[in-house]
């Protein structure tokens, strides 16, 4: 480098100027760069895909559980990756049943809450892990909807039939699943690194994992405990 200034250094002002104008333009340009440095559309980002499986220690494979990941390794204040707060939810109540049986939805996520029976239904969640609410009573193909700012495990009941009973699972990150009838799941679109892996089953006690995701599918297996060791019904 050295060597090929030296000559372009004698070369007179009107040269040195040119140079200065090349310099110039080349750092013009590298701002412009870093200033859009956006990925261009045809390289791809890393994501990993999650494929598991669910099974209850001692029973059988484990539906209607929800896995989700929040990424860094901690408990606590949720990743700086905003929730996905699309939607929209739905939560029906048909033939004296809530449907789905359990529902997740992402903090913040607005769920409507539909009456399909001819009879009135009721729908409240007593304060138990979250602050709990209360819908009141409505007729049929009416709806009415809450907002789940805070993540957490809302029991639904109505105060008309006893019996009814629901789930509605508020997780803090855009990373979650419901499991299948054979336990499976899979979650998508999660950028590579760390991340505690959390499942929920209403049967079984809390679960946790750390869990390192690679570009590309990853196989992981989640074994629950039922609450106490044994069936609760
Ligand atoms: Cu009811």
Redesign the pocket.
Known sequence: MKSSSQPSRQAGAGHSRARLLAVAIIVASLGTLSATAEPPATFSTPTGRVEGSTTIRGSEAANNAVVYLVPGAARGPLSAEPPRRDGPYHMD?HR?QFDPHVLVVPAGATVEFLNS?Q????IFAPPLDTEGFDLGTWPQSETRRHTFPEPGVNVLL????PD?EAFIIVVPTRYYALTDEDGSFSIDDAPPGRYTLFAWHERCDPYEMAIEIGDGTNEVSVVLSLVGGRERY
């Open positions: 109540q004296l029976d009879v009135l239904h009721n109505c105060n008309v039939h009814m």
